[in-house]
């Protein structure tokens, strides 16, 4: 019985909780559902999208009206509904698309749109300062050290004083005659012939670690690695090409077609700007410098005249005496931007991932097998090479003439 | 006998300067003299110099300038970053036609290429057309509206001059346009809507360049004011009297392009016309001539009268009257040719002499050329100029009847041979306007000055000949604050539509009406023909006799003739530093004109090159240097138009002698040929001229550089001239080229899997114009580096025209006869073969193997390539190049004031080609074989997963080309034009015998003599 009760248990307890996981995973994720349907026409504060903002919507009106509303509003408006007629005028008379949703999933939502805004009333606003707090870090180390380093240089002054003065006693005492006292100049030269072997290893290990140093940064000169300026948007490619995992083409359409990849537009910024009039990290800041620079107001929806260009600060410098062209390796070669640019969706301030020199071209060059399956511009070449090297060998893009110079300078 | 060809006088007389250039290796000894430039800089200066790059070239290494990327706010769709977009446009300045297409980049214009759907151009231009975009980018360029010298803006002027309109019209006041040729029906409409509104009105046409004497000579010969149409293509036998008509005869470009299909030959088409040239001037049609007769100007006359005769005597029509001439044999056996292809012959003269063409209007009508050569019912509207009406003009101006003068793009004071007597006219005349590009020696007289667009910033329309018309549409937005002539008068005569485009649209939905083409296919092709309306024309020969007698005149004294240099023409574009900087087919001088005169005649009159004389021709005195030039007729002086400019601009001011006031009105037109003339004084000087004909020479001469052949040798042996040289090895006598020390059975070469680029360029049809040096020019980024540079053989063009005469005489025999005189005759009477000459991109390169550096090396495709970032100048390979096609960067010619030219102003290097980067001081450069355009062509194919196609790549040289003289292709299609024509028996290489293999060809040259 024992035995049987605990099975008993055991399943009921199972039960339910599968139950509750269930009606936890059947419980429609707000949220989400907002972002997909509504993002695009409202927001969750009160300012006026398309349609007007939802904050305490819930408020204002019955749940069982919201969800009539949201499902047809016009069916709504055509029944007569005196309420729906007018938020209908109010809004310019732009019709409310209908949305294919349960009751529960608008409950869903509704309830999302509340709790948006109560976390945007109680999210104090914060500044993070992590530049300020690396600052501190950075002298908390300095400080003790310097004070240890000036405290040594005073132990070492008392003790070289101390041995000085003993050594003038002890003479005394003897009573040898005291050497004659030496200028500072002598007294260097003086120890300067007497350490011989140690100055001598110290001039090596300078030289050394002199050359090394000057070869490295002689070599680096023109390599902007880890470029990283700022930019007069603060725009995050982790966020759009991250998290809303927007294609890099997207935006930049010319690298599929031309020699630039192209820094977007404005307006393609406002293909998806008119509407997401708040983003998640800087809010309505950085996106209204787009509106500033197109004089467009949301109101109205329109551009006005006095539009002043974006200066953004180029990242990707490549000297003019090189001709790269981003067709080449995009169309053709079918190479990932990452290839060359890094993780640019897990970048917040975009920086220079790759070198950008010649050896590093030169490298991929000879390691990248070329795209020739399918391409009839590579027919002969195919023919030729699988002739010369064998079925079997790589075709990397130096074999087919990727590395001579005027590839790339013209 | 064997021929001889030499590059210059100097060369065939072995000057020792000459000789020593030749030998030497480079032109001067490093170290450079800058003294002519500025103070010599002092050791100490050096060291400080020194100190600060050092110091600046540290600071500079430590970071990296920001740069700023800034994109569109909102893109125009057309628009991608990086790729060109071409617009079809029309190319009209009064003077040249050409119907384009525009390159535009990120919004501006670089390039300007042929239209191939017109078929009066085709993809053809000439080196005016393809200058004509650095015009745009003109820093001389009005850039306000001006009041009497002062900067207004457009409403104060429109206030004022419609309130003075108003004020003269209702006074009865004569107001008068005076323009250059209008060939814009739109614009006719405009000005014949100002003229509605103000009816004293009259609208003048006239030309720098007359041609006149033919309108008139059509008009007294068959009722028709207008220049007929010519068909050269039609013809077999043309005969030109002094007429430049591949050069600079009405539409150039056109006849040139007629002109090499009937000398083309290959193995479909075995026949080619005959070109027999008479002239006093070594023109360039005379140069491309089969046969070439030199006469004296005052027997153009005679001399066509005599054709007449002959042919008058075939045909049984009436002698006119006896004449002879020093040519009177030539004469009879033109006259059998011409007689032998009648009605597919052409004579033509350049004379601007009325009579002259009435008989050259007769001798056409004898071979029965109306119809099949030459179409007076579709006319040509390129030069309308009236010298009649002009002269009236002239008149009423110095009578003081005329109340207002609106100049349109023309300049008189300059043009006119009485020009100051217009400049002082045009004080009298109560409102003055001038509508035009530039504050020139008229436009800065007038009290108005309204800039117009440039053609590229404007909207137009042309009808060049009757029932033909082209688009004009701007292609970037204008510069300057300018605004479009039609627009201006629009405004002032109150029209309802004042804007030229919407207006310009009105009339063409009109014009388009009962057509399938839209105002947008109108726009988008750039051409549009109307059906042709056939109007019969008929003879009248009464004037004929007359016109002889006149003809027959004969003036003593020397003749002067008045010719278009193929680089400037007329001086509308003199203040464009490529054209200044276009060595002339001919002379192949630089940045100047000359008073050219025969070796005899230099003799005769004790002349030097060099000294400065006075022409005097009636009342009027000219001062200028003398250039001897063979080719010319003896008595004869030739000067160009278009130099002198006193207000061209900064880099055309003050070069060259003006010429204008030469071609005073007499019998109704201006003339150009003009008898009677005198050398008045002789100045011993040594004026020094910046030649390029004696600098880069090639080595050996002979057979192996140059080539010909005859039209029957040919038919015979299609490999005929085609010779080569043998060596003698231990196997025998061996082709030379195939002696090689670097190709082993075990190592045949490099191989071309894919690619191997090549171009092929045929001697007979190129002519020598020049298009593919300008082209070369603005594709390239090459720079301007001036006359003094030039001077001391450091010209940059990548491509030249090498021009050589030829003589039959035998050197060694006439050695052996010790007959020095006979060395005499050929230098005055040259035959001309043009070359166009650039980097040959060898297979077996000379220039690659003693690069210290391997800055140039060969590619996988056949090309000679070269990396300037690698370059550390030592020049060995300009040395070690027997073809001498590689340019030294002496200076860094951007942004350096000392080359004061396009690329040291903001404005100007916008024409920079994107594609090509801009070389600085220190390094070699030379023909890519436009290698951005190849790998551009290449890329498009790899997109579209296709093989490239034949055509589909061009070099920006062989696109220019009028005449499709140079082919550029694959080598490895063997579908390719390229590669057909290379393997024609006709083809060869230049110095095969030092085996470099180049991938350049060239084909014989063929004469039908």
Same mark, same amino acid.
């Given at each position: ?233 603060? &725009?995050? =490619?982790?966020? @759009?090409?991250?998290?809303?995992? +927007?294609? /890099? *083409?997207? !935006? $930049? ?70 001709? &790269?062209? =981003?067709?080449? @390796?995009?169309?053709?070669?079918? +190479?990932? /931007? *990452?290839? !060359? $640019? ?69 | ?1009």
């Amino acid at each position: 019985m024992n035995g049987l009760n605990r099975n008993t248990l055991r399943f009921t307890y199972f039960f339910f909780i599968t139950l509750i996981s269930y009606r936890l995973a059947a419980q429609p994720d707000g949220e989400a559902l907002f972002k997909t349907n509504c993002a695009v026409c409202h927001s969750t504060g009160d300012n006026k999208v398309i349609g007007p903002g939802l904050k305490g919507i819930t408020g204002q009106r019955e749940m069982d009206w919201l969800i009539k509303w949201t499902k047809s509003s016009q069916t709504l408006i055509k029944a007569g509904d005196a309420e729906a007629v007018r938020v209908f005028n109010e809004n310019n008379k732009i019709v409310m698309p209908d949305q294919p949703l349960t009751d529960e999933e608008i409950i869903a939502v509704f309830h999302y749109v509340d709790e948006a805004a109560k976390k945007v009333a109680e999210t104090p606003v914060v500044t993070p300062s992590v530049a300020t707090e690396s600052e501190q870090t950075g002298n908390n180390i300095r400080l003790p050290l310097i004070i240890i380093l000036v405290v040594l240089f005073a132990f070492f002054l008392i003790l070289n004083a101390t041995r000085k003065k003993l050594k003038q006693a002890y003479l005394l005492k003897e009573g040898e005659q005291l050497p004659e006292p030496l200028s500072v100049k002598q007294a260097c030269i003086k120890w300067i012939k007497g350490n011989k072997k140690l100055i001598a290893i110290l001039i090596i290990i300078f030289a050394v670690w002199g050359s090394v140093k000057g070869w490295y940064t002689l070599a680096d000169i023109g390599i902007q690695q880890g470029y990283e300026p700022d930019q007069p948007i603060k &725009f995050s =490619h982790k966020l @759009h090409a991250g998290t809303n995992q +927007i294609d /890099c *083409q997207y !935006c $930049h359409s010319s690298a599929a077609k031309g020699r630039n990849s192209g820094i977007p537009s404005a307006n393609v910024c406002m293909n998806c700007h008119r509407f997401i009039q708040e983003g998640p990290t800087t809010g309505k800041e950085e996106i209204a410098k787009i509106y500033a620079a197109l004089d467009y107001d949301p109101n109205t929806g329109t551009y006005g005249p006095n539009q002043k260009p974006i200066q953004w600060v180029q990242v990707h410098n490549l000297p003019d005496l090189a001709y &790269f062209n =981003h067709s080449q @390796h995009v169309t053709v070669g079918k +190479i990932a /931007c *990452q290839t !060359c $640019h890094g993780p640019v969706e897990e970048m917040d301030v975009l920086y220079q991932y790759s070198p950008l020199t010649m050896g590093w071209c030169v490298d991929c060059h000879r390691n990248t097998e070329v795209k020739m399956e399918g391409n009839h511009y590579y027919d002969n070449y195919h023919k030729y090479l699988i002739d010369k090297e064998g079925a079997e060998a790589k075709l990397t893009v130096d074999k087919i003439g990727g590395l001579e110079c005027a590839r790339c300078h013209y | 006998m064997e021929k001889q060809y030499w590059k210059g006088l100097e060369e065939l007389n072995n000057d020792p300067e000459f000789v020593r250039l030749k030998n030497n290796e480079f032109y001067e000894l490093l170290p450079v003299k800058e003294s002519d430039h500025k103070p010599e800089t002092t050791r100490r200066d050096f060291l400080k110099y020194m100190g600060f790059g050092i110091a600046a070239a540290s600071l500079a290494a430590c970071e990296a300038p920001v740069k700023k990327a800034i994109p569109y706010l909102i893109k125009p769709e057309e628009i991608t970053p990086g790729v060109p977009n071409y617009y079809a446009s029309t190319f009209f300045d009064g003077y040249d036609y050409a119907s384009i297409l525009v390159k535009t980049r990120e919004g501006r214009p670089i390039k300007v290429e042929g239209n191939e759907l017109s078929s009066v151009n085709n993809t053809g231009t000439n080196a005016r057309t393809q200058a004509s975009i650095l015009g745009l980018y003109d820093e001389g360029r009005i850039q306000n509206p001006l009041i009497k010298e002062k900067v207004s803006d457009w409403k104060t002027i429109d206030a004022e001059v419609t309130s003075k309109l108003t004020e003269i019209a209702a006074k009865q006041g004569n107001i008068r346009i005076l323009s250059s040729t209008i060939i814009s029906p739109s614009t006719k409409k405009v000005i014949a809507d100002f003229t509605t509104k103000f009816p004293t009105t009259k609208h003048i046409q006239y030309d720098a360049i007359s041609h006149f004497g033919m309108i008139k000579a059509n008009k007294l010969t068959f009722g028709k004011a207008a220049l007929p149409n010519y068909s050269f293509d039609k013809a077999n036998c043309i005969v030109g009297f002094e007429c430049d008509f591949i050069g600079n005869w009405i539409s150039p470009v056109q006849y040139a392009r007629q002109y090499a299909q009937t000398r083309k030959i290959s193995s479909d088409k075995k026949n080619m016309s005959q070109h027999i040239q008479f002239e006093s001037n070594l023109s360039l049609t005379g140069s491309n001539a089969d046969i070439r007769y030199k006469i004296q100007v005052n027997e153009h006359g005679a001399a066509l009268v005599a054709l007449y005769n002959i042919l008058a005597s075939k045909a049984g029509a009436a002698s006119l009257g006896t004449a002879s001439t020093s040519v009177d044999q030539a004469i009879a056996k033109t006259a059998e040719s011409l007689w032998g292809s009648r009605g597919k012959s052409l004579v033509v003269s350049g004379s601007n002499d009325v009579n002259h063409q009435v008989i050259v209007n007769g001798i056409n009508q004898l071979l029965g050329n109306y119809g099949s050569t030459i179409d007076l019912s579709r006319q040509s509207n390129l030069r309308q100029g009236n010298d009649e009406e002009m002269n009236e003009l002239m008149t009423e101006l110095k009578e003081g009847k005329v109340a207002a003068l609106i100049i349109y793009n023309s300049n008189p004071v300059y043009t006119l041979a009485d020009g100051e007597a217009f400049a002082a006219a045009l004080g009298k005349v109560e409102l003055s306007v001038a509508i035009g590009t530039h504050k020139d020696e008229t436009a800065s007289r007038c009290q108005y000055l309204c800039p117009d667009h440039h053609y590229l910033e404007s909207w137009n329309d042309a009808e060049p000949i009757a029932g033909h018309y082209s688009s004009c549409q701007p292609t970037i937005r204008p510069l300057y604050n300018t605004r479009q002539g039609q627009t201006s008068l629009l405004i002032w005569a109150g029209n309802a539509t004042s804007d030229f485009h919407d207006y310009m649209q009105v009339n063409w939905s009109n014009l388009l009406s009962g057509s399938s083409k839209t105002w947008q296919n109108f726009i988008q092709d750039g051409v549009f023909e109307a059906p042709a309306t056939a109007e019969s024309v008929s003879f009248n020969d009464s004037e004929l006799i007359n016109a002889a007698i006149a003809s027959l005149v004969k003036k003593q004294g020397a003749g002067l003739v008045l010719y278009e240099m193929t680089a400037m023409g007329n001086g509308i574009q003199a203040n464009n530093p490529w054209l200044l900087e276009l060595p002339d087919p001919i002379t192949r001088l630089t940045w100047d004109n000359f008073f050219a005169v025969s070796i005899a005649y230099a003799k005769q009159q004790g002349l030097v090159q060099g000294n400065i004389i006075e022409v005097k021709s009636g009342n009027k005195t000219i001062k200028g240097p003398v250039l001897i030039q063979p080719g010319l007729a003896n008595n004869t002086i030739a000067v160009s138009y278009g130099f002198g400019r006193t207000q061209a601009g900064k880099a055309g001011n003050g070069i060259g002698i003006n010429s204008y006031p030469f071609a005073i009105f007499s019998e109704g037109t201006f003339q150009n040929l003009i008898s009677g003339v005198e050398i008045s004084k002789t100045i011993e000087d040594n004026y020094s001229f910046a030649g390029v004909q004696t600098h880069h020479t090639l080595m050996g001469r002979n057979h192996d550089i140059l080539k010909e052949t005859t039209l029957t040798e040919w038919i015979k042996d299609p490999a005929s001239g085609n010779t080569y040289e043998e060596i003698t090895t231990y196997q025998g006598k061996v082709r030379a080229a195939q002696a090689d020390l670097w190709a082993t059975p075990k190592q045949p070469g490099h191989d071309k899997p894919n690619h191997l680029w090549g171009m092929v360029i045929d001697l007979n049809a190129c002519i020598g114009c020049g298009a593919c040096v300008v082209a070369c020019t603005a594709e390239n980024n090459v720079p301007v580096v001036g006359k003094d540079e030039i001077s001391r053989s450091r010209e940059m063009h990548w491509m030249r025209i090498d021009r050589y005469y030829s003589s039959d005489a035998d050197p060694k025999t006439n050695h052996d006869k010790k007959d020095y005189a006979a060395m005499e005759i050929p230098s005055d009477s040259p035959q001309v073969l043009f070359q166009p000459m650039m980097c040959q991109h060898c297979n077996h390169a000379p220039c690659e193997t003693v690069c210290p550096v391997a800055a140039t090396t060969h590619s996988s495709e056949g090309l000679n390539m070269m990396a300037y970032n690698r370059c550390v100048g030592t020049r060995y390979c300009e040395n070690n190049c027997p073809y001498k096609v590689r340019r030294f960067n002496w200076f860094k010619y951007f942004d350096n004031d000392q080359f004061d030219y396009n690329m040291n102003n903001p404005v100007g290097k916008l024409q920079l080609n994107p594609d090509v980067i801009v070389r600085s001081r220190g390094v070699m450069e030379k023909c890519s074989l436009c290698v951005q355009r190849i790998q551009a062509g290449k890329l498009q194919a790899k997109k579209e997963g296709r093989p490239v196609e034949d055509g589909e790549i061009k070099t920006a040289c062989a696109q220019a080309c009028p005449t499709n003289a140079i082919v550029f292709g694959d080598y490895l299609n063997s579908e390719s034009q390229a590669s057909r024509m290379k393997d024609d028996p006709r083809s060869y290489v230049v110095l095969e015998h030092l085996n470099t293999q180049p991938n350049v060809y060239y084909q014989v040259k063929v004469r039908n003599v």
